[in-house]
DNA sequence: CAGTATCCTTACAGATACTG
DNA sequence: CAGTATCTGTAAGGATACTG
């Protein structure tokens, strides 16, 4: 995805890029995910847009991704170890967005009506 | 910055937008900045973008931006004790990047090779 | 079911010029 | 210095149709 001034930058566009913050944690509180079922949880993304966030995340490291090779096909998406360590992180970061929502919220108010 | 499925989402894309992370990241190492020095920082983010972020920021509570009523005008850009919240998690996981990132290289190579 | 392959659109981002 | 205002191109993202 984009210009890559670092590897770390680029890891970082990754991990918190719009649909992989989600898919992170969504296999994070989920354990293990069809791609169906991923793809209604997150709820509007497109099919394009989650395979590709699928693959980026597989490449990293992060993601696994299980297939079972049967009629019709079954595939189940894992966190590794390695992406476990990522989400942790995110988790910790959007549970503090969510506790802090209507401070926020607050501020955005009062920059509006200023 | 585009859809809004709910509050928090829409917070969570204002902090992980690539300029938004690295904005975060450098006033919280940095203390007080200047525009220009801040664009120096970061390389290569246009005005126009780094002004959006630095907006956006504002508005959400993160950012302070103070203005020195001289010529030629002196703006200095502080974090918030909230903004300092949400970088606090943002330093941990690019810092867990960063550690992490050889790992993710391996695993890269990995899966192009095979 | 779990994807590819296409096409198409817009909005994100950059370049440039100008201003208080 | 610290921005705005405009213009424009590109590529990210979405919709649809099709396939193993």
Redesign the interface.
Known sequence: MQ?T?C??RA???H????WG?LVLQALFDGASWRFSDLRREL??VSEKMLTQTLRTL?????VHREVHPVIPPHVEYTLTP?GK??AD??V???S???A??P??????E???GS
Chains 1, 2 share one sequence.
């Open positions: 210009v001034i590897p770390e890891i970082m566009e991990v918190t890029s719009k913050v709820e509007v597989e490449r990293d490291g992060f390695l360590g990522a992180h995110l910790a970061l959007f503090w967005i969510a802090n929502q401070e926020v919220t607050q501020a955005q009062r920059y509006d």
